[in-house]
């Protein structure tokens, strides 16, 4: 149709028939405006259809006469005509009387026939391009009254559903462009882009302009889904049209405006969707026709994999593509898809531009690799197609020839890698995706590779080292697992295993998205496992010399038993000595020896084991670093000693809270078994702290920053007190049950119990307790009594009674930690941000400073509620503020600190805090107004995800803690009404979830 | 393990018959009354009791050496009568007369040996003094006889002492040892007895019924006293001292030393013991010759316990069998009066029993909570007590003899 219309006449003829169509709107418009009946509109209409279809859905004589006596111009004029009126200012005029003026009087009374011939027709004839520029922005336009622009609306949306989708408007605005483009000798000139981006643009923003009740398919997924059929479709036909001219054409930067478009409203995912069945049965063909080899000139050499090689390009704009290429790989990564698919697809897609283009390497290299996370076989994909350059089917032919970028690229990430910020403040994810980016490189290389890249060598192991200290064990994973790659790299025979469950496949996903952890103790908990067996590690390199000798000396064992087995002569030699010796023996002296008959000679040492009864004697063995089974024995007996709290452990426990402290349980105890020693050690100190709380508590705080232990036993400390606090906090005590029997013992019978008189066989007298009452002025006794001999018993004998609560031995919980929670606290909250010889907690021993932390926080839970919470809590405040603490590097230290604030939410009263309240206790009403803008902050902006979610449990105790003290507070109020007025000072605490302010 | 003819699994170890308790403090030494059924035991903390082992109840209490210095050792012996030595750590040794109802209330002789030191003493084992020979000889004979001896003894030892630094230098030396032959041979039948002296590395002779001092080895000047040999091998830490049949009745004398070697000496040749050995790298703790004396057993700190044969002709002490164990110290030894079997009392809380003539395990036995500090056996051979630091005396029936049984 179109190309008819090109045919019209010259520039002239136009312009003459432009004025006469504008004369032609102008009557239309004018008999719309004066009709009385809607024949009258349908007649004023009529004149682009055929008369007679027009004049069968006519019901008015005269006006069908009207109609049919019109004379029809001829086709080739017709054309003319249609292109000058839809080329030029008609028809939009006429299109807002249409879409206005009879959409909103007249078109419901149409019949439908005549609705479609002679009102849609405008529009389904006429070039798409035109109509959406006509149509689109219409909708936005308000109506005079409601119902009008709901009316207005529909029917644009109906004739946008009826013109782009059925008509498929789309493909043909992709070939309108394209003749557009022949026609000005495919030159982009800036008017024609601008029309583009303006046309896609309209295009684009069709399902956010509709309304909401819209149809469906105008929503923003199936309508862009279908535009992107159409237009892929379009961009195909045109590609096979240019066959394989690689110029920049209309069509194509159409498609791509649109498609950046999309993406800008978010819904790139839709078009992926379209274009990755399609793009993936071309490579499946390309893939099944020959076999392994393909090479890029058959790609090259078919038209249908132009466009694709074109697409990328068209889409301008930088956003977009990477979107679009982000996109992808997600989508791909849910398909069961080939490697060597993949491959070719993102060949076929990017590597025009990725040759010549430094925004899609760096798109690929920098930004996938460095600041996304994306799943691993997506990394994979990267990797292959980004800096190994090569498709991952053929690898012996490329091992040879790695690309100068390739080198570049691991240099880079390595050097990201080793950074000691980049450990502490990127999301584990993060972490975790770069190194097994860091790892997958590294599995390729080779040593003189190695060697050559300029400190990549120290940057891996400053890596290693930096994560190894981590007190995550995820981290420090990470770090074995890149150890062991490099080693094999340096030396693939003798693989460098630091972890036991490091296995030789690495396993580089590292459980990549780790579930979050809901409860901050929860995760506390798992914290403190973790750094026990960080604890652990350096034990690790001692035990695991004693492991390789045990091996060693096992297989030195095995070979003798094989040598053994092979030489039978030898293995029946000392049977025969064995013999001959006894035989010798019986003949010796066979008169006596019968009755010397051994007996059982097998003897272990169960009883030898030394029995310890003095506290003296196990600091004593503790100390005798030279005799192992000693210091075993000792803290075995240790734990069990301390809790029986003989008198003399007031003046032993500093001793021995020494002793235990310096014990060396892997030295002492037997291959395998550390862990145990260790468990009896902690035993022993925690049953230490809990019966003799204040002595060993003055040494064990000394002791945490004296100079002259390591880290290992400064969080053994803690964690010792951390176990303390909580054992203290949950003693049981059990009430004895009070004797009520007689004071003096009675030899004899006493005279109120019955005479044992009686028949023989009966049993002792029992007293009987009344029922009902604790006091009884009578005694009541009984007894048994064998059966008389005729006696027979029937039934069960039942015993009625009130069912007296006789549970003397009550036992309740009663919580003890309070009493000694300043002097659990307070030492070692003191001097926690000095620097001394060996210590460091605010830099170095960062783990220290996280557990101590940690442990404060467990004590101030311990005390919840109690008073003395309220005393302790502005210190802890205190210590959490300061902003070395509260905005630590290492995401461990912050994490505490969220858990501690958390606690002292949880312990304080909130009564207590009204009164602070009330009273202006600035420490206390600033201290909580900083826990709630801190973890605000936290929340928002921390780039570890668990200390995030902290960050939000903690508001949210916050918020309780906050709803309680104002139910306090109105309390108080009352209470306040009646006596005196107070010091307004109550402006620190928002409540949430209202406007109040207290 | 060596099963032998039986087949079958090996029986367990026996339990005491009876497990005698009553001292306060560990008990040092026992020892059973060659005739009659007593057990005497000293502990620690001084006390002396006598115990009937038929009925397994105490007869009497003594405290025999008072102001917590506690019985080192007690000691009886068919040819001392119807005594019992104790040894105390009090510097004295006391010789008490056995009563009908338990001991004498003092004790008949006490003498000063000013010594202090770990070594038990020892009575005089002889080979002809086993069960029979001696139940021929009345006790009031064997004591006048024995009476007059030492008398002889004293004088013979008054010149000898003097005479003693010429005797050395004397060329005729073994001459005159030859001529007081026939004096020491008749000590035999007197009762005397071992232990180490005031210089805990001197092996000291007494007299029990005049508490005086006899002899010394080695016997030397006092000038070279530091320098002799015997010296260089810290305490003499145990004492056997015996009369083998084979040398004419003179009295032998077996002493293990601190530095784990052990001498023989002849009481003829004080200067010079006829053997030197030294089977363990450790102190030599307890010694205990055979009834026919012709060899032995020895217990050390170390993990071995070595059975040794005497050649009287030769003069030499071999090593017969030596048995290592997996845990050191053997505190005493004992063996039975018919050489079956052998006991060692065990650090280590054990009492093990050898086959004497083979050397081969024969029972680990499991009873005591404590260390244990010797063991004996009874005249008869049919019972065996062990004691121990954990306060107890237990008594065994192991091996009972053919006869009896």
């Not at chain 1, 900083?930 to 902050?937: D, K, S, Y």
Request: proline content about 4%.
């Amino acid at each position: 149709m179109e190309k008819e219309a090109k045919a019209g006449g010259s520039g002239r003829e136009r312009e003459e028939l432009e004025t006469l169509t504008i004369t032609k709107v102008a009557e239309v418009s004018a008999a719309i405006d004066g009709a009385k009946h809607v024949d009258e509109v349908i007649r004023a209409l009529h004149f682009p259809v055929d008369s007679p279809l027009v004049a069968g859905v006519i019901l008015d004589e005269r006006s069908r006469n009207q109609i049919l006596s019109v004379v029809l111009p001829k086709d080739g004029e017709r054309n003319c005509w249609k292109n000058a009126f839809y080329r030029g200012s008609a028809f939009p005029a006429l299109s807002r009387i249409l879409l206005y003026n009879v959409a909103s009087k007249w078109l419901a009374d149409f019949p439908k026939l005549a609705r479609k011939q002679v009102y849609d027709s405008f529009f389904v004839e006429g070039p798409t391009t035109e109509i959406v520029q006509a149509l689109v922005p219409s909708l936005k336009q308000k109506g005079s009254t409601k119902d009008d622009f709901n009316v207005i609306c529909s029917n644009i949306e109906r004739l946008l559903m009826l013109c782009l989708l059925e008509n498929e408007g789309v493909r043909l605005m992709v070939g309108e462009f394209g003749l557009l483009d022949e026609q000005d000798n495919n030159i982009l000139k800036p008017d024609k882009v601008t029309f583009i981006s303006r046309i896609s643009q309209l295009l684009s923003s069709i399902p956010d302009k509709v309304r909401l009740r819209a149809s469906s398919a105008l929503s923003s997924h199936s309508f862009f889904r279908r535009v992107a059929n159409q237009l892929l479709t379009g961009a195909e036909e045109r590609a096979v049209q240019l066959n394989c001219n690689a110029i920049p054409d209309a069509a194509f930067l159409f498609v791509g405006e649109t498609f950046s478009h999309v993406c800008r409203r978010g819904s790139i995912d839709v078009i992926v969707a379209e274009v990755i069945p399609r793009i993936l049965s071309l490579v499946q063909s390309f893939l099944s026709s020959n076999a392994n080899l393909v090479v890029p000139d058959v790609i090259n050499s078919n038209p249908k994999s132009h466009f694709w090689l074109n697409m990328v390009e068209a889409i301008k704009d930088q956003y977009a593509v990477e979107k679009f290429s982000e996109e992808m790989l997600r989508q791909l990564a849910s398909t069961s898809i080939s490697d060597v698919e993949v491959y070719w697809i993102l060949w076929i897609l990017f590597s025009k531009n990725f040759k010549f283009g430094s925004f899609v390497r760096g798109m690929f290299v920098d930004k996938f690799l460095l600041w996304k996370v994306f799943p691993l076989c997506c990394l994979r994909w990267i990797l292959q197609f980004a800096v190994f350059e090569c498709p991952p089917n053929s690898d012996a032919q490329m091992e040879g020839r790695k690309t100068p970028h390739f080198l570049n690229s691991l240099q880079l990430l390595i050097s990201i890698w080793s950074r000691r910020e980049f450990v502490q403040s990127s999301s584990m994810e993060q972490q975790a995706y770069l190194t097994a980016a860091v790892g997958l490189c590294l599995e390729r290389i080779s040593k003189e590779e190695l060697d050559a890249t300029k400190d990549a060598l120290s940057n891996i192991l400053q890596g290693v080292s930096c994560r190894l200290e981590s007190p995550i064990d995820l981290v420090r994973r990470m770090a074995s697992s890149i150890a062991l790659v490099f080693s094999k790299v340096v030396d693939p025979k003798n693989p460098l295993y630091l972890d036991d469950n490091c296995c030789e496949p690495v396993d580089w996903e590292f459980g990549m998205l780790p579930q979050r952890k809901q409860i901050a103790a929860a995760s506390h908990n798992e914290d403190e496992n973790k750094s026990k067996l960080f604890l652990r590690e350096d034990r690790k390199s001692a035990s695991d010399e004693k492991k390789q000798r045990v091996i060693k000396h096992k297989s030195a064992e095995n070979n003798a038993l094989i040598q053994e087995l092979a030489d039978p002569d030898e293995n029946r030699n000392p049977v025969e000595v064995n013999g001959e010796h006894f035989s010798g023996e019986e003949d010796d002296d066979d008169s006596s020896d019968s009755s010397l008959k051994p007996y059982d000679l097998s003897d272990d040492d169960t009883d030898l084991q030394r029995k310890f009864s003095q506290l003296g004697d196990i600091a004593a063995a503790l100390r005798k670093h030279d005799d192992p089974d000693g210091v075993e024995k000792a803290l075995d007996a240790a734990e069990k000693l301390i809790r029986a709290s003989p008198d003399e452990l007031s003046h032993n426990s500093g001793d021995l809270v020494k002793a235990l402290v310096h014990v060396r349980c892997s030295d002492v105890a037997m291959e395998g078994e550390e862990d145990s020693a260790e468990e009896k050690r902690q035993k022993a100190l925690v049953a230490l702290l809990v019966t003799c709380p204040f002595e060993s508590l003055d040494v064990m705080t000394k002791m945490l920053y004296s100079s002259n232990i390591d880290v290992g036993q400064r969080i053994l400390i803690i964690d010792i007190m951390t176990e303390a606090a909580q054992e203290l906090c949950n003693t049981k005590v059990v009430k004895r049950e009070q004797k009520q029997g007689e004071l003096v013992s009675a030899v004899s019978q006493p005279w109120y119990i019955p005479s044992s008189r009686g028949p023989p066989g009966a049993g002792p007298w029992k007293e009987v307790s009344e029922p009902g009452t604790f006091l009884s002025w009578s005694h009541r006794y009984e007894r048994e009594i064998p059966s008389r001999p005729g006696q027979t018993k029937a039934g069960k004998s039942r015993k009625w009674s009130l069912g007296k609560a006789k549970d003397l031995q009550v036992e309740w919980s009663q919580n003890r930690f309070p009493l000694y929670a300043a002097a659990f606290m307070l030492p070692a909250m003191q001097g926690f941000d000095k620097r001394k010889h060996g210590v460091d907690l605010l830099n170095r021993d960062f783990i220290v400073l996280g557990k101590l932390i940690y442990m404060l926080g467990v004590c101030m839970k311990c005390m919840a509620m109690h008073p003395e919470a309220s005393a302790l809590a502005p210190a802890l405040l205190d210590m959490i503020r300061s902003r070395d603490v509260s905005n630590h590097a290492e995401a461990y230290v912050r994490r505490s600190v969220l858990f501690a604030a958390s606690c002292i939410l949880i312990a304080l009263h909130p009564t207590y805090v009204a009164s602070s309240l009330i009273e202006g206790n600035q420490e206390i009403s600033g201290g909580l107004e900083w826990i709630r803008t801190w973890a605000l902050h936290v929340s928002e902006a921390d780039p570890d995800t668990e200390c995030a979610s902290m960050a939000l449990t903690c508001l949210q105790l916050h918020a309780e803690m906050a709803l309680q003290t104002s139910r306090a507070l109105e309390a108080a109020d009352q209470f306040k009404a009646q006596t005196r007025t107070l010091p307004p000072k109550l402006d620190n605490i928002i409540i949430p979830f209202s406007s109040t302010k207290f | 393990m060596s099963g032998g003819g039986g087949g079958g699994k090996p029986r367990p170890p026996p339990d005491p018959i009876a497990v005698m308790r009553g001292h306060r403090a560990p008990v040092m030494d026992a020892c059973f009354h060659p005739s009659r059924p007593l057990l005497f035991s000293g502990s620690a903390d001084g006390e002396l009791r006598v115990w009937d082992t038929a009925q397994h109840r105490t007869l009497s209490s003594t405290l025999a050496h008072g102001g917590g210095a506690g019985v080192y050792s007690v000691a009886t012996n068919f040819a001392i009568g119807n005594k019992v030595v104790s040894q105390g750590r009090d510097g004295t040794c006391k010789c008490w007369e056995i009563e009908e109802a338990g001991l004498s209330r003092k004790p008949l002789v006490t003498f000063r040996t000013n010594s202090y030191h770990f070594c038990k003493i020892s009575l005089v084992k002889s080979a002809s003094c086993s069960s029979q020979s001696s139940k021929a000889i009345p006790a009031s004979e064997r004591i006048v006889e024995s009476d007059y001896s030492i008398n002889e003894l004293e004088e013979n030892k008054k010149n000898g002492v003097s005479k003693e630094s010429i005797r050395f230098s004397d060329v005729n030396c073994a001459e005159r040892s030859q001529a007081h032959l026939k004096d020491f041979s008749t000590m035999g039948e007197r009762k005397l007895m071992a232990l180490a002296g005031e210089d805990s590395s001197m092996v000291e002779i007494w007299d029990l019924a005049t508490a005086k001092k006899l002899m010394r080895f080695p016997q030397t000047s006092n000038v070279d006293a530091a320098s002799h040999p015997t010296m260089q091998r810290g305490m003499c830490m145990a004492i056997q001292a015996f009369i083998p049949s084979e040398s004419g009745c003179s009295l032998n004398l077996l002493s293990g030393y601190e530095d784990g070697s052990m001498l023989w000496w002849d009481i003829r040749k004080p200067s010079l013991p006829l053997s030197t050995v030294r089977y363990h790298s450790e102190t030599v703790l307890s010694l205990a010759v055979d009834g026919t004396c012709s060899g032995g057993i020895s217990g050390s700190a170390d993990n071995k316990i070595v059975m040794f044969s005497l050649d009287h002709r030769m003069g030499t002490c071999t090593m017969r069998k030596e048995i290592s164990l997996e845990r050191s110290g053997i505190a005493g030894t004992a063996i039975r009066g018919d050489n079956k079997i052998a006991a060692t009392a065990g650090w280590d809380h054990r009492v093990r029993i050898y086959d004497y003539r083979k050397g081969n395990p024969l029972a680990i036995l499991k009873y005591h909570s404590a260390s244990c500090n010797a063991v004996a056996f009874s005249a008869d051979s049919k019972l065996m007590a062990s004691c121990s630091e954990d306060t107890t005396v237990a008594l065994w029936e192991l091996y009972p003899p053919k006869g009896t049984s």
